[in-house]
């Protein structure tokens, strides 16, 4: 027989180690996966994860799209993990992103073409304030009425999606683009353009502003009474009401910092990588980005480690379609796989596995 026994206290042994099982697990079953759609485990192994690094006909330009896909990532995720520590489950980033993108591309298009220094900054900030906005929907509603911020935030992203195709065959559309939806191409646009900072590295500002982010919630997690707040709300919720921390203000700080720093990561990338807001715009940044923030054990330094390790597998990913063929379904069912055997091996930080015959309760 088969049991499991509760622990005294959670093991930091598992609690560090079940990531890299997680990982582990998923190249083993996403290798018996691409066995049986036709493609051989190892070399599709291989070409997700090596290739992207060290092929020399690969390398090249894989390397600074690594920090190009982990800086929304990682940006995402640090504003997710603040309200997870807190027990608040925003699952709606996707919809925050898209919006934060749309108010911050929209503030550039009303100004185009002028020329200014300013208009970035001015972006940046638009964006921040869109997606706090779109977070502080299911805020409210929950603080007001108590409704399930899950079901709310998560809805919202559909109600997002249909706005952006609305503004990209509306109000955003270029009106040099011959009909086409979408908008002007801000990436070529001197006074919008999220240019890299160090050439040929894939550092641009998004990317900074999500290493600042690591460091700033690292710091607002162990050194400020804030982030006290947040891990006691999450872990003793009746101890953080005796110790007088308010629920609503908890619940309107962490989802409005999700908010922000999603809507930040949408400008970023609608200035940098993507130039422009079209219908499928929403890459699913928000929906990966949860499973970068408990890959990473909701710990910033965590985060951004599986950041840079979820990126690998979107451009190891790509390289797999291009090079062997494989559907991108099968790539998203791999990258899926990571949460899944996290969550699954998850159980052994609390649990231990006991052989023999257990007592049966009366």
Not at 5 to 10: A, N, W
């Amino acid at each position: 027989m088969i049991r499991l026994e509760k622990r005294p206290q959670p093991s930091k042994v598992w609690t560090y180690t079940t990531p890299i099982l997680a990982v582990l697990l998923t190249m083993v079953f996403g290798g018996i996966m691409f066995g049986l759609i036709g493609t051989s485990p190892f070399e599709a192994i291989r070409t997700i994860f090596w290739d992207p690094l060290f092929h020399p006909q690969f390398s090249g330009f894989s390397r600074p799209q690594l920090l190009v896909k982990a800086g929304p990532l990682i940006l995402i995720a640090i504003g997710l993990s603040i309200g997870f520590r807190a027990g608040i489950w925003n699952i709606g980033a996707e919809g925050q992103y898209i919006i934060g993108a749309i108010v911050g591309a929209g503030v550039g298009l009303a100004l185009y073409p002028m020329e200014s220094a300013l208009i970035l900054p001015l972006m940046i900030v638009a964006g921040a304030l869109g997606g706090w906005a779109w977070a502080m929907i299911p805020a409210l509603l929950k603080v007001r009425f108590g409704t399930n911020e899950i079901l709310v935030s998560l809805m919202l992203v559909y109600v997002a999606e249909n706005l952006l195709a609305s503004v990209s065959s509306g109000i955003l559309r270029n009106p040099e683009g011959m009909g086409f939806p979408g908008s002007r191409n801000l990436a070529q646009w001197s006074s919008s353009q999220n240019l890299e900072l160090i050439p040929g590295t894939g550092m641009h500002l998004g990317v900074l502003t999500a290493f600042i982010a690591v460091i700033l919630a690292y710091v607002l997690l162990t050194r400020h009474i804030q982030g006290f707040n947040i891990r006691l709300s999450g872990e003793a919720p009746r101890a953080a009401r005796f110790a007088g921390v308010s629920p609503a203000r908890t619940v309107l700080f962490c989802l409005g910092l999700a908010g922000v720093l999603a809507g930040m990561a949408g400008l970023f990338e609608v200035t940098g990588p993507a130039g422009q807001i079209t219908i499928d715009f929403g890459s699913g940044y928000g929906f990966t980005a949860i499973i970068v923030a408990f890959l990473g054990r909701l710990h910033p330094v965590g985060i951004l480690l599986a950041g840079l390790l979820m990126a690998l597998t979107y451009i190891g990913g790509e390289l797999a379609q291009l090079m062997l063929g494989v559907p991108g379904a099968s790539i998203q069912l791999f990258q899926g796989m990571l949460l899944f055997f996290l969550l699954g091996v998850d159980v052994l930080t609390n649990y231990r596995v006991r052989f023999g015959k257990g007592e049966v309760a009366a």
